[in-house]
């Protein structure tokens, strides 16, 4: 069944409704998507009650149609500005679950997630639980394998979740769901009003789902750490204006360390030319700074090349971060909105 879905009312909770909705989220993912809606139907084949929902973001391939195939109830989204924050809220909207799990259309359902999951929140002041989001093939490309390393976060009580993960429906229509202004970022300011409602965000040391990032290319890459750029800016300055600020000092702090990497090609140059005494002092501030990181990161991955690269990536993006904050800015200033900025290319 398909149907459009601009800006549906919530769902009210009826008799007889499942225990949980499966909200996942798409636009184009092609073979991906029919991939993460059999992981869903594998992950549930035990006897938990669910209902399974797509949205859809109009896409331009067969996603519908493979989601109608797979069991799924398809809705369909057209937002004159395209973002996740839409298809997610027409998604829980629809649901008459009393936990939602949000999926993005590139995953892979563990299938112990669900269950650890529903125990957690057993205790009934946790409104979030998310477990570990890892990247399927991150020998791929050097910029997976180094983005995978950016999912691996300690389990416990945390500030925001990510795309993935479990929510109590009734704490979702009380702080009225996702923000779609955000074309990013609308994951952690979500979790910002459930904390300030007095719910706690809970991550759990459990697999949850194997992502497809499919970063190929170094523009690719770009793109990506750029729309986390224009998130981090925009996000923090609307939370500010609202008086519950996120974000505020890791954007600050991105001016400062882009800033810094955008100067190092500079400051190597003008070394150079001074003589080996201070370009042996540049270099080996660069050498320690990246050794630092090498180090910090030692709990993430056992494999020493790979947090060579994470170390690497770590300082290297913030150059297209600091430019999407500036952008984001400098649209503002002219009075215009960014679309939904997209870094990967179609699925087949």
Same mark, same amino acid.
């Given at each position: 069944m398909e149907t459009n879905a601009q800006s549906p009312a919530a769902a009210t909770p009826e008799d007889g409704a499942p225990r949980l909705s499966v909200v996942v989220i798409g636009r184009n993912e092609g073979e991906r998507l029919t991939r993460c809606l059999a992981s869903v139907g594998r992950a549930l084949g035990s006897p938990i009650d669910s209902e399974l929902i797509?949205? @859809?973001? @109009?896409?331009?391939? @067969?996603?519908?149609?493979?989601?109608?195939?797979?069991?799924?109830?398809?809705?369909?989204?057209?937002?004159?500005?395209?973002c996740a924050a839409v298809g997610r809220n027409a998604g829980w909207r629809a649901a008459r679950g009393e936990f939602v799990l949000f999926l993005d259309g590139d995953t892979l359902l563990d299938p112990g997630f669900v269950p650890r999951a529903l125990a957690a929140m057993a205790e009934p002041t946790v409104a979030v639980v998310w477990g570990h989001r890892r990247e399927m093939a991150p020998e791929q490309s050097p910029y997976?394998?180094?983005?995978?390393? @950016?999912?691996v976060y300690a389990p416990g009580i945390v500030p925001f979740c990510g795309g993935d993960a479990l929510v109590r429906r009734d704490v979702l229509a009380a702080v009225g769901g996702f923000d779609e202004r955000l074309i990013a970022g609308e994951e952690p300011e979500l979790c910002q009003r459930i904390r300030a409602a007095g719910s706690l965000i809970l991550h759990i040391d459990a697999p949850m789902t194997l992502h497809d990032l499919g970063i190929a290319s170094f523009r690719q890459y770009w793109r990506r750490a750029f729309r986390a750029g224009h998130a981090y800016a925009e996000v923090s300055r609307l939370t500010r204006a609202a008086g519950q600020p996120l974000w505020t000092a890791q954007a600050r702090r991105n001016l400062v360390h882009g800033g810094a990497v955008a100067a190092a090609p500079v400051a190597l140059a003008a070394a150079t030319v001074a003589g080996p005494l201070p370009l042996a002092v540049v270099i080996g501030a660069g050498v320690a700074l990246l050794a630092r990181t090498y180090r910090r990161c030692a709990w993430k991955s056992d494999s020493r090349p790979t947090r060579a690269l994470y170390a690497l990536h770590s300082h290297l993006q913030q150059l297209p971060i600091l430019c999407g904050q500036l952008a984001f800015h400098l649209d503002r200033l002219r009075g215009r909105r960014r679309a939904l900025i997209e870094y990967r290319a179609r699925a087949s």
């Open positions: 797509y949205v @859809d973001s @109009d896409s331009t391939d @067969d996603s519908r149609s493979r989601a109608a195939e797979s069991g799924a109830t398809v809705l369909r989204v057209r937002p004159q500005r395209p997976v394998r180094a983005l995978d390393l @950016d999912w």
